[in-house]
């Protein structure tokens, strides 16, 4: 699968991208991201790529014309190459992002980010260059790069191969609902913070009783909708 972010601090994600499990999918060619500086697609000296808002009001806005250029040229790129392809613009006031989402874009071939900054990106890109507008959460961030570090990494964790173990995921999903998230412990069996106190890993867990101990997690178990 492939990721295309378009965005004004490119820098942002090479040390993230570089790391664990992304950096391995990468280099088993499992997914490609590819990062485009919105500025190239800027004519003017200064590269600009915002300007002020119409009706007033602080801030600036990102202009449509950059980003019409650039998702112009992935689109075509996209199109000779026969890729199902789905154009991201992030926004708080977006559809809210979930696992269900992520199962979504993962049926796709390729995503394309549009990341905003500053006060946001003009309208005319939501209504007539964007086919979803997503936001991560109820709160405003600062720009749309951590929202694209989000949604790629979900939707990434999802392909097969991905994580270490193909079973791994397999374990972790409910035939019909989705993820089983539970609780997890690991050695020393009982910890000691400090003298008279023990914090200690739930008994089932080491009795060796598989079946009392799937009735644990169950009854502990969080289940992320598919
Ligand atoms: N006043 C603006 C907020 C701008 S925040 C508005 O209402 O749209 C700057 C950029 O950060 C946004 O354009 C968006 O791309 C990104 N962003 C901020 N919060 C986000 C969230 N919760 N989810 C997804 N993207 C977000």
Not at 54 to 62: A, D, E
Not at 81 to 86: I, M
Request: aromatic content about 8%.
């Amino acid at each position: 699968m492939q990721f295309d972010i378009i965005t004004i601090f490119p820098e942002i994600f090479s040390s993230y991208f570089a790391e664990s499990l992304i950096a391995r999918a990468q280099k088993k060619k499992l997914i490609k991201i590819n990062i485009h500086n919105l500025r190239k697609w800027t004519k003017d000296r200064h590269k600009t790529v915002d300007d002020r808002p119409f009706g007033g009001g602080l801030g600036m806005v990102m202009k449509i014309e950059p980003i019409f250029k650039a998702v112009t040229a992935l689109k075509r790129k996209a199109q000779s190459a026969k890729r199902k392809t789905k154009i991201v613009l992030f926004s708080p006031r977006g559809e809210k992002f979930n696992q269900k989402t992520a199962y979504q874009l993962g049926k796709l071939d390729q995503l394309i980010f549009i990341c905003g900054r500053y006060e946001g990106v003009d309208e005319r890109v939501a209504k007539h260059i964007a086919d979803k507008e997503l936001s991560i959460g109820d709160y405003v961030l600062m720009g749309g790069e951590l929202p694209a570090i989000v949604v790629i990494e979900t939707v990434a964790r999802l392909i097969p191969g991905v994580l270490g173990k193909k079973k791994l995921l397999k374990e972790r999903i409910t035939k019909t609902k989705g993820f089983i998230e539970y609780p997890q412990y690991t050695r020393s069996e009982i910890f000691q913070p400090k003298k008279g106190v023990k914090w200690q890993v739930p008994k089932v867990l080491l009795s060796g009783n598989h079946k009392k101990i799937e009735e644990w997690r169950k009854k502990h178990a969080k289940i992320i909708e598919k």
